[in-house]
């Protein structure tokens, strides 16, 4: 087991929704979240929570808790180096109603860590989504409008030297996070 890879807190509930993301450093969580404050007051719709902010890796959905050894078993074989994460963009996908931020340009470290982890989920069983990664971070929900004219960014960035294993519970005033695991990016 690699250094970094350790199950936090008690087994997971029967059926938990699963996914593996990149979590912001405490400051640039802060800067997303003034971000998404200041769309939610010109675009209208929901800011993220400043401690659910994170970019999604790859969503596994519901897995069974007694699947969770020989996930953490697949996700060992993850090598990836450490990079700098720079969203720079804000995107809106009308069909759900989401503002979210973005690379203008992928860092190769960042797409060649998403390529491998769903390369190793694939094989181990996990059917993941089909289309291709685009790196985002969801700032708003429920924007009430289809058309939308987005403000500029003022870009965050933050290093990313870990990624990890989450838990997500849905609940009436939005998702809640649990951290199951996380693994270390290698130099």
């Known amino acids: 087991m690699r250094p970094d890879a350790r199950p936090s807190g008690p087994e997971l509930p029967t059926g938990a929704r699963l996914f593996f993301a990149l979590w912001p450093d405490r400051e640039s969580a802060r800067h997303l979240r003034q971000q998404a404050e200041q769309c939610a007051q010109r675009l209208g719709g929901r800011p993220m929570a400043e ?36 969203l720079d963009c804000l995107g809106f996908w009308p069909h759900n109603r989401i503002v979210w931020a973005g690379c203008k340009r992928m860092d190769p470290a960042l797409e060649a860590l998403a390529t491998r982890l769903a390369d190793v989920l694939r094989e181990g069983g996990y059917a993941l989504e089909k289309r291709r990664f685009v790196p985002h971070l969801t700032l708003l929900r429920k924007v009430p409008s289809d058309h939308v004219e987005l403000p500029a960014m003022m870009p965050v960035e933050w290093g990313c030297e870990r990624f ?7 609940k009436p005033q939005g998702p809640g996070y649990r951290e199951i695991a996380g693994w270390p990016l290698l130099h």
Not at 164 to 170: A, K, N, Q, R
């Open 51 to 86: 401690s659910t902010l994170h970019l999604t890796l790859a969503f596994l959905g519901e897995v069974a808790g007694e699947r969770l050894a020989t996930l953490h078993t697949l996700v060992e074989r993850v090598e990836t180096q450490p990079f700098r994460l720079r």
């Open 164 to 170: 990890v294993l989450v838990g997500s519970e849905l």
